[in-house]
């Protein structure tokens, strides 16, 4: 199960730090990642983190503004989003699986969503 929180309004240049709680998993055996779905669009990568939290990946669009990161022995990963953009508005979703790619097809356990609302 993943509990995803910290989403909000905010304005363009702000700042918020998504947490995703896990349980009922070995969390730190999974990748995790950050994806992201705006109304109308599809569900899109934004992050992910390996296992240990070694490697990590960026979609480009947030490269540079995001940061994933992990807590094992917290089983949470966080994602800390700066200098955000009206176009980063969408509900954001952790989730987990085995496999360190960018397809949301390949995650199989997913968090309810968390809205972050970016005004101009």
């Known amino acids: 199960q993943l509990q995803a929180s910290g989403g909000g309004l905010v304005q363009a240049g702000g700042s918020l730090r998504l947490s995703c709680a896990a349980s009922?998993?070995?969390?730190?055996?999974?990748?995790m990642a950050w994806f992201r779905q705006a109304p109308g669009k599809e569900r899109e990568f934004v992050a992910r983190?390996?296992?240990?939290?070694?490697?990590?990946a960026y979609a480009d669009s947030v490269k540079g503004r995001f940061t994933i990161s992990r807590d094992n022995a917290k089983n949470t990963v966080y994602l800390q989003m700066n200098n955000l953009k009206p176009d980063d508005t969408a509900v954001y979703y952790c989730a987990t699986g085995f496999s360190y790619v960018s397809s949301p097809t390949l995650y199989d356990y997913w968090g309810q969503g968390t809205q972050v609302t970016v005004s101009s």
């Open positions: 009922g998993r070995t969390f730190s055996t999974y990748v």
């Open positions: 983190s390996s296992a240990t939290g070694r490697n990590t």
